[in-house]
């Protein structure tokens, strides 16, 4: 008698295949992106909003057809911050116009921040920047601090918006301007996403100055966040004025007298030095500035502090 034909191994791994139980389908994990301002490097993004990485004119459009003009987005940076103050910035771009490359201020290198900020306000209509200190918000909190300085930077506009785009929580019921919140608004809106990053920008130059006066903790680095190195720093040489006391990493931190003799720890007071300077320039005068004693109104398209 003939032997069977021998099976090829091929035929035999299907046949145990087809054997075992079917596997449970696991769970995909939030598809997540290069993020240069995050502190892992990457960000998650939610699943309907995968397809809309590149924020657009959506929101400022539906306003448009309403009737509303000079429309302004606003968002804030170093909220999350143990150290520095929280910043807003707000910006009216022109309808329909962006910069090449305009995305959340956190995505972007900080190359790419820094030229996209230059665009936007050599070309916005009108911009500000308001900054609220660490005291204050000791003071009244950190979301109350937010809050005012959305009021601040909405209301030092040179030119009055319309309406506001607000990214996240930043409703202010006490403002009679139109408002509309928009939930991870600095990745789908335009004109909050260039808010982010003029804020961002600003932001990081006074945290590179804050360093070079409070040098141990990294600032120019972690930029006030809970990095490794800041919180090495906060160990060895504990909070200096520029800490926020309220926040618990640095509640729990020895205070010491160690900055008495350098000053107040508080942000250059840019309202009286950029008076005369172009919107261009401002943003490329701050992180030379020295603080001083005048603190005057700010003037229209200027950073200012509060």
């Known amino acids: 008698m003939g032997s069977a034909p021998r099976r090829s191994f091929a035929a035999d791994r299907l046949a145990k295949a087809a054997l075992r139980p079917p596997k449970i389908a696991r769970r995909r994990r939030h598809a997540t992106f290069a993020a240069a301002g995050a502190l892992s490097g990457r960000a998650t993004v939610a699943p309907w909003h995968r397809l809309r990485l590149d924020p657009d004119f959506g929101e400022e459009r539906d306003l448009w057809e309403r009737g509303f003009r000079l429309i302004a987005g606003v968002d804030e940076v170093g909220r999350g911050c143990l150290a520095g ?45 308001a900054a609220v200190e660490p005291a204050v918000i000791d ?67 006074l945290m590179v100055d804050l360093d070079s006066r409070y040098p141990g903790y990294d600032l120019a680095s972690n930029k006030g966040y809970a990095a490794p190195e800041h919180r090495a720093g906060l160990r060895a040489l504990g909070t200096a004025p520029v800490h926020r006391l309220s926040f618990s990493s640095c509640a729990d931190v020895e205070q010491t007298t160690l900055w008495e003799a350098v000053g107040p720890g508080l942000a250059p007071d840019v309202a009286g030095e950029l008076e005369g300077l172009n919107p261009q320039d401002d943003l490329e005068a701050v992180g030379a500035l020295e603080a001083d004693d005048r603190a005057g109104p700010l003037d229209k398209g200027r950073v200012s502090r509060r």
């Open 139 to 205: 003071r009244i909190n950190i979301l109350q601090a937010t809050l005012l300085a959305v009021g601040l930077a909405s209301a030092r506009l040179p030119v009055r918006p319309d309406a506001l785009l607000l990214d996240g929580t930043l409703h202010r019921t006490d403002i009679t301007v139109h408002q509309r919140v928009v939930i991870d608004g600095d990745r789908l809106c335009a004109s909050i996403a260039a808010a982010s990053i003029v804020a961002k920008v600003f932001r990081d130059r």
């Open 85 to 129: 103050p929280v910043v807003v910035g707000a910006v009216i771009l022109p309808l329909g116009w962006k910069p090449h490359g305009l995305r959340d201020s956190k995505m972007l290198k900080p190359e790419d921040r820094e030229r996209l900020a230059e665009e936007i306000v050599g070309t916005a209509v009108s911009w500000s920047v």
